[in-house]
């Protein structure tokens, strides 16, 4: 062991494939947090509901916050083929398992967002004659939406750091890939390095972006993208007030 030598620049040799690896992982991470958004907040609401729809959704989130992911892929692939005859492809089974999962951790993300909008709110809305599904589309959710955000992005990093069990089922994403070099060139800690580098950065990039996103739906709106919106709509407002032939000088940021 002692004598081993490391060739560190097999990473570089072999970045491309690492590369393939991550965006495969990221490609099915975003399509499983998407369907997990919509469906953890369908479970937010039958969670808030009354019995026994409240007793179902507690269920379905008590079960699947337990059930591990690499348990849950060899359920949706290879279990489903043999009860129901259905087969999946490895990339809907990775899609499909993380969904399931963060689904539910996203329902009670939603169910404490939602909670944590004030009820005046919701009392303003009905004054002004709204109904009840306006109120909660353009009234509730934006604001639940902005305290969750946070904690999504987390659930994101956390879908893309487990489709590394996905292995399993011969999903190419990074440990895959990584596992291949490996029985190529022997080098088994200069690569998995590499893999756990990939992830990290991916994290910080992850966490970058959810907070600018964050910043632009503050209030006020801070940061790059709010500045670029007001931007935007301010050349907007200019070019509607140069059509009708009226000074710009008074139009304010």
């Known amino acids: 062991m002692g004598d081993q030598t490391y060739d560190w620049?097999?990473?570089?040799?072999?970045?491309?494939?690492?590369?393939?690896?991550?965006?495969?992982?990221?490609?099915?991470?975003?399509?499983?947090?998407?369907?997990?958004?919509?469906?953890?907040?369908?479970?937010?609401?039958?969670?808030?509901?009354?019995?026994?729809?409240?007793?179902?959704?507690?269920?379905?989130?008590?079960?699947?916050?337990?059930?591990?992911?690499?348990?849950?892929?060899?359920?949706?692939?290879?279990?489903?083929?043999?009860?129901?005859?259905?087969?999946?492809?490895?990339?809907?089974?990775?899609?499909?398992?993380?969904?399931?999962?963060?689904?539910?951790?996203?329902?009670?993300?939603?169910?404490?967002?939602?909670?944590?909008?004030?009820?005046?709110?919701?009392?303003?809305?009905?004054?002004?004659?709204?109904?009840?599904?306006?109120?909660?589309?353009?009234?509730?959710?934006?604001?639940?939406g902005k305290i969750a955000l946070p904690n999504i992005g987390s659930m994101f990093i956390g879908m893309v750091k487990d489709t590394s069990t996905f292995t399993v089922i011969g999903l190419l994403e990074v440990v895959r890939v990584t596992q291949n070099l490996v029985s190529s060139t022997f080098q088994p800690f200069v690569l998995y390095t590499a893999a756990a580098g990939i992830y990290v950065v991916a994290a910080f990039v992850i966490d970058f972006v959810f907070r600018l996103i964050e910043k632009a739906l503050s209030s006020p709106p801070k940061g790059r993208i709010a500045t670029a919106i007001r931007g935007r709509q301010r050349r907007r407002i200019e070019q509607l007030i140069a059509a009708t032939g009226r000074p710009t000088t008074a139009v304010s940021s």
Do not use: C
């Not at 609401?45 to 892929?73: E, Q």
């Not at 169910?111 to 944590?116: G, I, K, N, V, W």
């Not at 004659?129 to 959710?141: A, D, H, K, Q």
């Open 9 to 144: 620049g097999l990473i570089w040799d072999n970045k491309d494939a690492l590369l393939d690896g991550l965006f495969t992982a990221l490609k099915v991470s975003l399509t499983a947090l998407l369907i997990s958004v919509v469906l953890g907040l369908a479970l937010a609401m039958l969670r808030t509901a009354r019995a026994p729809w409240s007793w179902l959704g507690a269920l379905y989130i008590n079960v699947f916050r337990g059930v591990p992911a690499l348990v849950s892929v060899i359920w949706v692939y290879f279990g489903v083929s043999l009860v129901f005859g259905i087969s999946f492809s490895v990339y809907q089974a990775g899609v499909i398992a993380l969904s399931l999962l963060y689904s539910a951790f996203l329902a009670e993300i939603f169910r404490s967002a939602l909670e944590a909008v004030p009820m005046g709110h919701r009392e303003a809305g009905q004054a002004l004659g709204m109904r009840p599904t306006r109120i909660f589309f353009s009234v509730i959710l934006p604001q639940a």
